[in-house]
């Protein structure tokens, strides 16, 4: 196999940075494969080369392989990672940058195939006797069959896209009365955003946790995992906040899920960087899907185990990187992520474009911030919201949510509105507090956005000073913008 010099990357915003930073640590060059709406962010900035693969809308420039393919040749690079979203979890495009001779920073085409795919998956892991949802997924798709399968498995049930992914393309069933025209809606919508209308059935669960396993296959093909992350603060079925590890799990339980996401990994012939998902039920669990790629949540897994988990990608990738019997991995402390999203939570997270003025991530031990935009950059609606990702560590789970509360409160961005007293609101509820939180745990508290509270607005003032005084002290750049509360962060 060849050596790997030059990394194209086949993404944008903070993930696009974050495989920048890995490579230049590892004495690599990078070239990113952008749109022409991207031009204004870090990544664009930091790398070593840019290539416009074409305008902002996705289907012709980051869901164009071609393009990729075509930019990636040009710039003579010799691998493409694909970070996460887009082409990442694509077997046709992993399969396009084999034959065009480029290493696929990823699992194998097969591997992909196997487990990126939720029915394929589903086969796998019925034969292998793991825990499955009970469900539906033949290959009989007309309505009644359905809405008799959905009888069968008793209301209330979930309709999936067999094709979707991000949360998208699901619909709750809870009677025979309203099935058919839900599940012909699920098809109709299946087919227009993701090119097939196959759905498959699977039995609601109404109070479950997210857990999931960070999984890795070594050079050779060795599955480990690195431990659990809890992800079952979420809206719209996406994940808003995550944490490891789970504080949900006994050891027993841990040990038992941790097994089975292993099994899985090595029956799908897993190498490289995974994700084996599950829903937690009274104490116990389902297998829900594998995501082949790197995790928005990846992060909280490296500040606990302690490892870098794009690096290891990379190294892999070029057939360098193997587990030793040293390498178990204990997790220690306790870290939460929380993605900042541009949108104004108190009109329910109506999403928010703009161009960033100053921003300021507090310095602390063991904070993290994963951030796609510098001062001056347009947010603009061609893409996703997230514009960053807050990261911290502490000892113990009270703590890091101590942490991450006031690490919050610090945080200053203007020009753009940010769920962050959202997320402060969240952090605070004692049923996150005490760990209790389900997959309807928003639904159930914040199922109208945020409402703006003398509580939830108090330390406003204390960031405007820090404002004022970082930029008349001269040590950081004087913003654009005259009126910082004009741009507020905050939807004040
Ligand atoms: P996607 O591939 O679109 O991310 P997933 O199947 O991974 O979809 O599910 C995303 C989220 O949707 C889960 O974390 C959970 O909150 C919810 N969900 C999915 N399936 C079920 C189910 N059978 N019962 C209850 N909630 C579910």
Not at 367 to 381: K, L, N, P, V, W
């Amino acid at each position: 196999m060849k050596s790997i010099h030059r990394v194209a990357i086949a993404n944008r915003g903070e993930v696009a940075v974050r495989i920048i930073r890995a490579c230049e640590e590892l004495g690599l060059e990078t070239v990113l494969l952008h749109s022409d709406a991207d031009i204004d962010s870090r990544a664009y900035r930091l790398a070593t080369k840019t290539i416009c693969i074409g305008p902002a809308p996705t289907a012709q420039s980051y869901l164009n392989i071609s393009a990729n393919i075509d930019a990636a040749l040009a710039s003579g690079a010799d691998a493409i990672h694909p970070g996460f979203g887009f082409l990442s979890e694509n077997a046709d495009f992993a399969q396009a940058c084999e034959d065009a001779g480029l290493i696929f920073i990823g699992p194998s085409v097969e591997a992909i195939r196997t487990l990126g795919d939720k029915m394929t998956f589903k086969a796998l892991a019925k034969k292998a006797n793991l825990p499955l949802i009970p469900g539906y997924e033949g290959s009989d798709q007309s309505v009644e069959t359905l809405v008799a399968e959905a009888e069968k498995i008793g209301f209330p049930v979930i309709v999936k896209a067999a094709a979707g992914g991000g949360g998208r393309g699901m619909k709750l069933l809870t009677s025979s009365s309203e099935a058919k025209d839900l599940i012909e809606s699920a098809q109709r919508e299946s087919l227009s955003a993701f090119g097939s209308e196959k759905v498959f059935l699977e039995k609601y669960l109404g109070h479950a946790k997210h857990i999931e396993f960070q999984i890795f296959g070594d050079s050779t093909g060795h599955v480990v995992h690195l431990f659990d992350r809890e992800c079952s603060v979420q809206r719209r079925h996406q994940k808003i906040i995550e944490e490891a590890t789970s504080p949900s799990l006994t050891d027993e339980l841990r040990r038992q899920m941790a097994e089975v996401a292993c099994t899985i990994a090595t029956l799908g012939k897993y190498k490289n960087a995974g994700t084996v998902e599950f829903l937690l039920q009274d104490n116990k669990f389902y297998l829900l899907e594998v995501n082949t790629r790197l995790q928005v949540e990846h992060p909280v897994t490296e500040e606990v185990v302690g490892v870098d988990l794009v690096k290891m990608q990379i190294l892999t990738a070029a057939n360098n990187f193997v587990f030793g019997n040293k390498d178990i991995r204990i997790p220690k402390g306790h870290a939460i992520e929380c993605r900042v999203y541009a949108e104004d939570p108190f009109m329910n997270g109506m999403p928010s474009t703009g161009k960033i003025g100053t921003q300021i991530w507090p310095e602390g031990p063991r904070r993290r911030y994963e951030y796609g935009f510098d001062e001056g950059d347009t947010i603009t609606a061609h893409y996703d919201p997230m514009i960053a990702k807050v990261i911290v560590w502490d000892e113990n789970r009270p703590r890091a949510i101590q942490k991450m509360i006031r690490t919050l409160k610090d945080c200053v961005i203007f020009g753009v509105h940010t769920n962050i007293p959202y997320l402060i609101e969240i952090l605070d509820h004692p049923d996150f507090r005490d760990g209790s939180m389900t997959t309807r745990f928003i639904e159930k508290h914040f199922s109208e956005g945020l409402q703006k509270s003398e509580e939830n607005l108090k330390w406003a003032p204390q960031v405007y000073k820090k404002y004022l005084e970082v930029s008349s002290s001269g040590g950081h750049h004087q913003s654009s913008i005259s009126s910082p509360w004009q741009f507020s962060w905050r939807g004040i």
